[in-house]
């Protein structure tokens, strides 16, 4: 075993410095090791690096946004395979993340709140990695993988899915706390936090913590020659906007924009807004006095919170870059795959609503990638670094995605995407019930849309499309729960008991048409004759989703298209 070599990541803030020049180990027979030539993974599968990050819109530069700066992330998307139409199944947090690592759509976990663990609750369901610890690999949770609390057992489900305790960074408890400085000088808990690290309490932030115990993790895996799945969430840019202050210097206020449609469109069915009370909760918010419910936000804040979720952004994109350099420290960057993600999207001003909790794209569309050596891009020589770390301060991002693939695909079909890339059986398609059955999954493998580089099927997305026919296409579906008709003070997290309404949705390359029915709450139960509001938007001429169609025009298949994928 030898010691590495100095610092191969550029420095230029002191919570980074720690972190980049870690003193990861090197050993014998990896980088700059061995015969020349690229080398493959050993024949017993690769290791798995799960990356999720928390209310993430695909506000990427790998995504076609020429604003964000995320060099890492565009550098992880030029040897991965990205998917452009890939959609979360519910628009929070731990109804998400249940559902994509358990392989099953919300009303099979039945959690749609934050109050309970599916397997008391629904049914005894295996996890993506209780799949993978049960197939010879070390499973560990680092940061915000399953949501804390009741929705994860308070253990984020150990020992089930994890061979050891999670990790969860001490910095944690002070995300909500006042250490955002104002105007006044003094300390607020604020939606717009950026912050000197040094004054923060501990001196460091749960992402910078997060990171440096996913690297320690890994210099230990490849000393022991432990296979693993590593699972690493991260915080940002989930609010409160708490990160470095320096990342605002990637982003004059100047240059920020209004989002292209900031006001609530004349057709939106009052059911279908989210108040964003959780941020109107931030002493910044609260001191502007906004209406309830819809506002608006004065525009000058409007510009200061798009600012601060995109420098927040590039903070994330910062400690992505350093754990994936990670793997080049340790010589795994060849036998590692590595998935990336998030648990949902975020509006950013678009219809008037900021956060998730809908069923627009903004809130619902994620980005998704993977990498996989041999299989999105060619293994590395001895001695090739696959991930340098590179500095959102200085580089110019010119990556390239290795494929883009643009069929609609789900977060639910993340379980047995990664069982087939693993080399693993993959578990079967559930039967419908399936709160009996352990092991299986509600979305299909997606590996085979990894090799169409788009030499897809092109739709007519204009108004005369033709939505009565009824060939089958790829939808991406999702669902958001309300407790009214019209927007409440707990519209956007309503407890289980209180939900009345189900906005089923349907995402397709060409529209997007969702019902908002009634709802037993007892029986978890819809009650599709009981139509309250439904959207309908052509999103080749209305890519923002503005203009709802529902009212105004003849969708009978559409109707019988969404019945019979509810019964499925």
């Known amino acids: 075993m030898r010691a590495a070599p100095s610092c191969r990541c550029a420095a230029p803030w002191p919570w980074l410095l720690g972190v980049c020049c870690a003193g990861i180990l090197l050993v014998s027979g990896t980088a700059g090791a061995g015969p020349r030539g690229p080398v493959p993974p050993p024949r017993d599968g690769m290791n798995v690096l799960f990356i999720v990050a928390d209310d993430l819109r695909p506000a990427l530069g790998c995504y076609g ?3 964000v700066k995320s060099p890492n992330i565009d550098q992880l998307a030029s040897r991965s395979v990205v998917f452009q139409n890939a959609y979360a199944q519910q628009a929070v947090c731990a109804p998400s993340r ?3 690592l358990t392989g099953r759509r919300p009303d099979t976990t039945r959690l749609y709140d934050f109050h309970s663990y599916w397997r008391v609750h629904a049914g005894n369901y295996s996890t993506i990695p209780q799949y993978f610890k049960e197939n010879g690999y070390t499973t560990m949770s680092v940061g915000k993988v399953f949501h804390p609390g009741i929705s994860s057992n308070h253990s984020d489900d150990y020992p089930y899915s994890w061979s050891m305790p999670p990790f969860h960074p001490s910095a944690e408890k002070y995300e909500n706390s006042k250490t955002c400085k104002g105007k006044d000088g003094e300390l607020h808990a604020n939606l717009v936090c950026p912050v000197d690290v040094a004054e923060v309490p501990l001196g ?10 996913a690297r320690r993790l890994l210099n230990i895996m490849k000393t022991k020659n432990r296979k693993f799945f590593l699972a690493v969430g991260y915080h940002k840019p989930h609010i409160p906007l708490r990160y470095p202050q320096e990342f605002l210097k990637l982003y004059p206020l100047e240059n920020i924009t209004l989002a292209p449609d900031p006001r609530v469109p004349e057709e939106l069915p009052a059911v279908a807004y989210n108040p964003w009370t959780d941020i109107r909760q931030r002493e910044d918010v609260q001191a502007l006095n906004v209406s309830f419910p819809y506002g608006p936000i004065p525009e000058d804040f409007q510009r200061q919170i798009r600012q601060s979720y995109f420098a927040a952004v590039s903070y994330l994109d910062t400690q992505v870059g350093l754990l994936l350099n990670a793997l080049d420290d340790v010589g795994l960057s060849n036998n590692t795959m590595v998935m990336f993600t998030a648990d949902h999207g975020w509006s950013l001003g ?6 998730k909790y809908s069923n627009f794209d903004v ?4 980005p998704l990638m993977f990498y996989v050596p041999g299989k999105t891009s060619s293994f590395a020589h001895p001695g090739e670094r696959v991930f340098p770390y590179l500095d959102p301060f200085t580089h110019v991002s010119d990556s390239v995605a290795a494929g883009k693939a ?4 789900e977060l639910v079909s993340l379980f047995s995407t990664l069982a087939e890339l693993a080399g693993l059986w993959v578990p079967p398609v559930c039967p419908e019930p399936s709160f009996h059955v352990a092991l299986c999954t509600q979305g299909p493998s997606i590996v085979q849309h990894f090799n169409s580089n788009e030499e897809e099927e092109d739709y007519d997305t204009d108004y005369d499309y033709d939505i009565e026919d009824d060939h089958e296409e790829p939808i991406a579906f999702s669902q958001y729960p309300r407790p009214e008709d019209t927007p409440q003070w707990d519209s956007d997290k309503p407890e289980l008991k209180d939900i009345k309404i189900m906005g ?7 529209y997007r048409y969702t019902v908002w029915v009634g709802f037993n709450p007892s029986n978890f139960s819809a009650n599709l004759q009981d139509v309250h509001a439904g959207e309908l938007y052509m999103v080749g001429s209305d890519p923002n989703e503005d203009h709802n169609i529902y009212n105004s025009s003849l969708h009978g298949n559409l109707v019988k298209k969404f019945l019979r994928f509810l019964r499925r």
């Open 363 to 366: 809130a619902t569309r994620v």
């Open 65 to 67: 946004d020429s604003l």
């Open 350 to 355: 678009e219809h008037g609503e900021w956060a």
């Open 406 to 409: 643009k069929k609609m695909v």
């Open 504 to 510: 089923y949705s349907m995402r397709t390359i060409d």
């Open 204 to 213: 460091t932030l749960p992402d910078i913590q997060s990171t440096e115990e």
């Open 98 to 100: 249940v559902s994509f």
